[in-house]
């Protein structure tokens, strides 16, 4: 990987990036750092679930194929504790079906090797900057929609069976349906605002994802309220 300089670097925000490969380790920390990030890095899953338990980060950068712990575990593990922390995995597995399971973990992007530079530099950038995938428009941090509530900063919701937490993809598309309410949205559209997929994804997903929404929020899931479908055109949420 050839080596990039940045004249002006950004603010620090902490990232841990997790890479076994040494050659693609030490260019990926050179590059981040040189944006103005802190970077710590590590070469196994087990290492990574040790420092993501005793220090803080921003954004976690995982590659699937590692020692000890592969990455889906590890994503699993941070997900128990942070719902909300961004993961972006980087790997060699360019396969539909391992896309989907780290969707349903918990990651929030994914890159395939090999990559650009620029392109993992924009995703990282990005996925700093949107902090509208765990949160309403508007900085709104509760929303109630009939008898439920969901809390934006924790992930708590209250619905039908009682109080559970939301994955961070839950809360991620149920915010992007709030924000639109009223809208029938595409799943092409859903697929691209809500996970920053192109629709080569099958758009299966949002179905499934919409499945689980009524299942926790509609008094009769087979005759949505609040989440219906728009035949031959998506999703709309109406409250």
Known sequence: MALK?????????????????????IGLQYNLE????MVKCVKDGKAAVEAFESEDFDLIILDLMLPFLDGF??????????LQVPILIITA????EDKKKGFDIGVDDYLVKPFHLDELLLRVKRMLQRKRWYRPAGHLTHFRFGNNEVDFETLVARGKGGTFKLTSQEARLLSY???NRGRVLSRSEILKEVWNMDSEMETRTVDNFMVRLRK????????????RSIRGSGYIFES
């Open 73 to 82: 575990e590890v994503a699993r593990r941070i997900r128990r504790e942070s």
């Open 177 to 179: 349906l709030i924000e």
């Open 5 to 25: 300089r940045k004249e002006e670097p950004m603010r620090a925000e902490k990232i841990l990036l997790v890479e076994d490969e040494d050659s693609l380790a």
């Open 216 to 227: 926790y929020f509609e008094e009769d899931p087979k005759n949505p309220r609040f989440f």
């Open 93 to 96: 597995r360019s396969g539909l």
């Open 34 to 37: 040189e944006e103005g990030y």
